[in-house]
Every structure is written in C-alpha cells, then in structure tokens.
C-alpha cells in the first residue's frame, strides 16, 4: 500500500506489487498491518458461566443465550461465541463418528469379475415412457462387455444380455455382483449361473459402494452420451449406443489405468470357454420348479392356470421347469 501511494494514482494494484516482489526475490510484505493490542480473550471463570448457562437452558438458540448473559451477568458476548461454545460441548459429550475407511479393491485378471445395473435416467420423447440402459462393466479393465437399452428390464433381460456379452467375449466370467433389484434376484437367474458354475453376488442394502465402478461410468455415460441428444429416441439411441461403448472401450483413457483405454486390459484375457458350452447357453437357464401326477383328465393348475394336456398322460408324473421361453 505504501509504495501504491507513493507511485501516485498510475500505480499498479497492491496485488500487482506483490507479484512484482516475488519475481525479485524480495520478502512478501503482509497486507495488513501488524496488530498493536493483544486479541480480547475470554477468561476461564466467564467461559464457565457460559458453559453453565447452555447446561442449564440447552433448547435455548445462541441469541436467546447471548440476551440472557447479557441481561443477569451483564456479560457482552456475541452470538457466534455463544455458538461455538455450544459445539464445542456438544462435541465432548457425542464425538463425532470415525470416517469410514474405504476398502478399494481391483480384480487381477479380465473377466474375473462382472459389474451389472441399470441406469433408470433415460426418459425417451417419442414413447413417453423410461428406457433402462443396461451395462456390464469388467471390474479389471473397467470396460463395457455389454451396453443396450431396454423397455422392460427383468430377469430374462439379465440373462439375455449375459449370454450376449459371454459369446461376443468367448468367456464365462468367474462371478458377477449386482444390487437387489428385482431383475437381478430370481429362481431362473440364480440357476443359470449355478449351472455354468460362475458365482451370482447381490450387493449389501443400502451400499452402493459395492458396484461403485458402475456408477461412476454411469455418471460418464450420461454426460457424454446422452446429454449429447436434444431428444431421447429409442431407436436413435440403440443405434448410437455401439459406436459409444467402442470409443468408451477403445479410445477413452481411464484414471485407474492412468490414461490407457479399456481395450489394453481386455487384451490380456488368456482363457477361453467351450465352444460347445457357448453354442448352448440358453439351456443353462432352466430350473425345476416341480413334480405332480396328472389327473385322468389330463388338466393340472399350475401358476393359476389351467394347463390342458393330453388325457393319455393321465396318472403319470410330470416335471415342470422354469426355461427363457417361460
């Protein structure tokens, strides 16, 4: 400020100066003054009338307080000091919580494990209804093996979009973890990956945390795909949504990897599955559900139906299973 007043009104700002100074090598000058009277402290017999008094009256604000120190004490305290105070107490007598201590965890293989949701945030324009954009997320590379879009998710829908990603990959991944939505949790769903022999993980409730790495594309997914569109149509977005997952996979570089795409990691996927197993994989899906002996009249009542078969199967037990056609 002094050598601002003393350049005249064309000086530089005081800011400027201070940069000027720093590129000569020259001390840094403080803004403001030094003080020359000590800051005005509390004592400890007035911090315990305070504390007294918040003890006393804890539902009472810290106005209400100050007002009521002022007027019996006659002590002139401020409201915010009153507020400190009574979070200073409040914390001695209910410290807060630990922070949670995050376990970050990465699969060492490609394909060792499977990351799947839906993302419910794509309303279409054409169809006025919500599109589920559905994503199976390697946890090792971080890249998509699947990425559609769908009307109606379900438990077919899963399976449908697992099968799909394990023939386009020639692999069968060693577990897959989903939430506890209802697509993801089923008789059929379950039986499928027993009978392939890979493991089905729900995520603890209440712990997205769980499928983080999912969440996290999906928050990418959005902002650089569908906020790219004025519009939401179904069929555009289908059409689209390949040439997305192929530069998310081939061209986008990751943090994690620092900076290389997905595709590097893929690479290294050193086992195959049989390919008489990958041509079969729709019987996989196929579970019993039950056992009963037809009636003479070949007519049984099964799920609330009646199902009409023929008479000469009369007396004879029959197996229901559960398959992808129903």
Not at 109 to 129: A, N
Not at 142 to 147: A, C, N, P, Q, S
Not at 213 to 242: G, T
Not at 268 to 292: F, N
Request: aromatic residues 10%; charged residues 25%; hydrophobic residues 35%.
């Amino acid at each position: 400020m002094q050598a601002q007043q003393r350049c005249g009104p064309e000086a530089p700002c005081p800011r400027t100066i201070q940069r000027v100074r720093q590129r000569l090598t020259l001390p840094r000058v403080p803004k403001r003054a030094a003080p020359c009277r000590q800051a005005k402290r509390l004592s400890a017999e007035t911090k315990q009338v305070i504390r007294d008094a918040i003890e006393h009256t804890p539902h009472l604000g810290s106005e209400r307080l100050a007002w009521d120190l002022q007027n019996q004490q006659h002590l002139h305290i401020s409201p915010s000091t009153v507020k400190r105070l009574k979070r200073a107490l409040h914390e001695e007598r209910c410290p807060p919580a630990a922070p949670a201590v995050w376990r970050l965890y990465e699969r060492h293989h490609p394909h060792s494990l499977w990351h799947g949701d839906f993302l419910e945030k794509v309303t279409l324009t054409d169809l006025d209804r919500t599109a589920y954009h559905f994503a199976l997320l390697d946890d090792y590379s971080r890249g998509y093996v699947f990425g559609d879009l769908f009307l109606a998710p379900d438990q077919r829908t899963t399976i449908t979009a697992l099968i799909t990603a394990m023939r386009q990959w020639q692999v069968i991944p060693n577990a897959v973890v989903f939430d506890n939505g209802s697509a993801f949790k089923g008789k059929l769903l379950s039986a499928f990956c027993t009978n392939l022999g890979f493991r089905l993980i729900h995520a603890s409730v209440g712990h997205p945390q769980t499928n983080g790495k999912l969440e996290r594309a999906f928050r990418d997914d959005m902002r650089d795909f569908y906020q790219h569109y004025e519009a939401w149509l179904l069929e555009s977005l289908r059409r689209d949504l390949p040439a997305y997952v192929q530069y998310r996979n081939e061209v986008r570089g990751h943090w994690a990897l620092r900076g290389q795409p997905a595709i590097t990691r893929l690479r290294e996927q050193h086992r195959m599955a049989v390919p008489w197993v990958l041509e079969g994989l729709e019987s996989y899906a196929c579970y019993e559900v039950g056992r009963k002996v037809l009636p003479p009249s070949g007519c049984i009542r099964l799920f609330n139906r009646d199902a009409y078969l023929d008479v000469a199967l009369g007396g004879v037990e029959v197996t229901f299973c559960e398959t992808l056609e129903g």
